[in-house]
């Protein structure tokens, strides 16, 4: 049974964002539901006010600029941003990751917005968008603020998001010439949230040096983890299979996985190792197919 609270539906963003500063943290926000009646039910969450905004259309969008880069709305919904012909274009590795993300149903209803606030380390976007180099718009109201995808989770389905405060929009920049990105995770069957997932994206110099490395972990600490230490194996080298091999190795150690029924610590360490080492090694295929 869910707890009692009074339900509100906002037509604009400034409503919804003068809802959240009147009732502030006995507010909460709810689009797809798809997470958040779950932990309502759960009891995790009690809000006494609930701010539906499922129905704000102004945060529904996908926009592509070749100097900008893409604009996603924190209410675009998983389907949309895998069907996009310019997400499709220009940055294929967020189509490829919402096309494993659960099934056609949960994507048509989800959304970006939702999936990232919810905070789950091992919720797939959140990865892809710190290898990508993302950055999300936060607002209250009359503010607004900037932050790293890489610095938006704090801990295990808690992200730095105030009481009075909604994500707006995932901002991507363009990447540079000769990037390769790609993301898998290890599945049980295809869509089911992932055991482990790496995301890797690679920039190779005219030598076909490695100039930069992001590295990525799903489900491998509790956050959504950046592996800087297994960057730097890479970056400045020629990538060869042996510090593939490595970076994985490093990865490895920089993660802290948690021991559940879907495996235990050490099966997802060994994971990160075969899925770095494999997920690198596309990400630096695709750059040959990067301009
Ligand atoms: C069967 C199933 C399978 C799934 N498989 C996967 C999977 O394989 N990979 C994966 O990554 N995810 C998976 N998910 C998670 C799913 O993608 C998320 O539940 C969904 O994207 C959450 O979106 P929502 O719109 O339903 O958010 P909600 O449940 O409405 O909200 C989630 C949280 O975010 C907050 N919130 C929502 N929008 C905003 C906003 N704009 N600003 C501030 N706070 C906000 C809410 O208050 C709540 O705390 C699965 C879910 C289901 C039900």
């Known amino acids: 049974m869910l707890a009692a609270f009074e339900y509100f539906a906002p037509k604009t963003v400034e409503e919804a964002l003068s809802l959240l500063s009147k009732y502030k943290d006995k507010a909460k926000m709810i689009a797809g539901g798809q997470s958040m009646l779950v932990v309502m039910k759960q009891r995790l969450l009690t809000p006494e006010y609930l701010i539906d905004i499922k129905g704000l259309t102004a945060l529904d969008y996908i926009k592509y600029d070749e100097k900008q ?16 012909p310019d997400i499709q274009k220009h940055f294929g590795v967020l189509s490829e990751m919402e096309g494993n993300l659960a099934t056609i149903q949960t994507r048509n209803w989800g959304t970006i917005g939702g999936n990232l606030c919810h905070s789950d380390p091992a919720g797939d976007p959140a990865t892809v968008f710190i290898v990508l180099k993302a950055r999300f718009k936060l607002a209250s109201s009359g503010k607004e603020r900037i932050i790293e995808a890489e610095d938006f989770s704090t801990d295990y389905l808690e992200a730095d998001l105030k009481p009075n405060e909604m994500l707006i929009e995932i901002q991507v920049p363009n990447p540079p010439p000769h990037t390769g990105t790609a993301y898998e995770k290890l599945m049980v069957m295809k869509g089911d949230m992932g055991v482990v997932g790496a995301a890797v994206s690679i920039t190779l110099d005219s030598k076909g040096g490695c100039q930069d490395a992001r590295i990525a972990l799903s489900n491998a600490a509790s956050i959504p983890l950046r592996a800087k230490k297994a960057e730097k194996v890479l970056i400045g080298k020629t990538i060869n299979d042996g510090l593939l091999t490595e970076a994985g190795e490093v990865a490895a150690t920089e993660a802290d996985p948690p021991n559940d029924v879907h495996g235990s610590a050490e099966y997802r360490r060994e994971m990160v190792k075969v899925f770095v080492k494999r997920v690198a090694r596309l990400a630096l295929e695709k750059t040959k197919a990067a301009r």
Do not use: Q
Request: a positive charge; zero cysteines; aromatic letters at 0%.
């Open 69 to 84: 880069g893409l604009r996603i709305g924190a209410l675009t919904i998983h389907r949309a941003i895998e069907k996009s």
